[in-house]
T-cell receptor
Framework: GIQVEQSPPDLILQEGANSTLRCNFSDSVNNLQWFHQNPWGQLINLFYIPSGTKQNGRLSATTVATERYSLLYISSSQTTDSGVYFCAVGGKAAGNKLTFGGGTRVLVKP | AAGVIQSPRHLIKEKRETATLKCYPI?????VYWYQQGPGQDPQFLISFYEKMQSDKGSIPDRFSAQQFSDYHSELNMSSLELGDSALYFCASSLTAEAFFGQGTRLTVV
């Protein structure tokens, strides 16, 4: 099956800092999603981005499908950005199910 | 906008008991997925249904079964519960490739 690796595993930021999270995957995908899991366990959809670039407020994401990686950018981080960020991919051979990476645990300090 | 509804939100069961988790997908979504997230881990795919038929199966124990009903809601039945079944169980639904997750059911087996 598809392998998904996220880096870094942990990130500590000062409020207001910018950061980049990376997701590498091992095969062609037809689905790539970024999620934020908040401290209460909710998985919140950030981006559906199998290719290209999208922006939503202080967050943006870029997926380069031919090179099998995606990046999530957080700008001007806030304490509410704390939590775990997951990248999840779905491959053409895998139907529509998602394979998750190990996540990046982000802590934003005031 | 309507979201994926899961019930109950929290459940405490004793070893060897049975549990039933329910999921109500977003209206008109034709695919339902179940995922299990153990403590400190990423979500793992269990099983999916497309138009009420099982479409894919992951690492779902034989003690677990699931089905999708005529009104498209789905239930995950878990029998002979073990301590290791303690986890957050997510249901997700999709119409195209993008999946939307419910708030999860936190199952604790004591």
């Amino acid at each position: 099956g598809i392998q998904v690796e996220q880096s870094p595993p942990d990130l500590i930021l000062q409020e207001g800092a910018n950061s980049t999270l990376r997701c590498n995957f091992s095969d062609s995908v037809n689905n790539l999603q970024w999620f934020h899991q908040n401290p209460w366990g909710q998985l919140i959809n950030l981006f559906y981005i199998p290719s290209g670039t999208k922006q939503n407020g202080r967050l943006s994401a870029t997926t380069v499908a031919t090179e099998r990686y995606s990046l999530l950018y957080i700008s001007s981080s806030q304490t509410t950005d704390s939590g775990v960020y997951f990248c999840a991919v779905g491959g053409k051979a895998a139907g529509n199910k998602l394979t998750f990476g190990g996540g990046t645990r982000v802590l934003v300090k005031p | 906008a309507a979201g994926v509804i899961q019930s109950p939100r929290h459940l405490i069961k004793e070893k060897r008991e049975t549990a039933t988790l329910k999921c109500y997908p977003i209206p008109r979504h034709d695919t339902v997925y179940w995922y299990q997230q153990g403590p400190g881990q990423d979500p793992q795919f269990l099983i999916s249904f497309y138009e009420k038929m099982q479409s894919d199966k992951g690492s779902i124990p034989d003690r677990f079964s699931a089905q999708q009903f005529s009104d498209y809601h789905s239930e995950l039945n878990m029998s002979s519960l073990e301590l290791g079944d303690s986890a957050l169980y997510f249901c997700a639904s999709s119409l195209t490739a993008e999946a939307f997750f419910g708030q999860g059911t936190r199952l604790t087996v004591v």
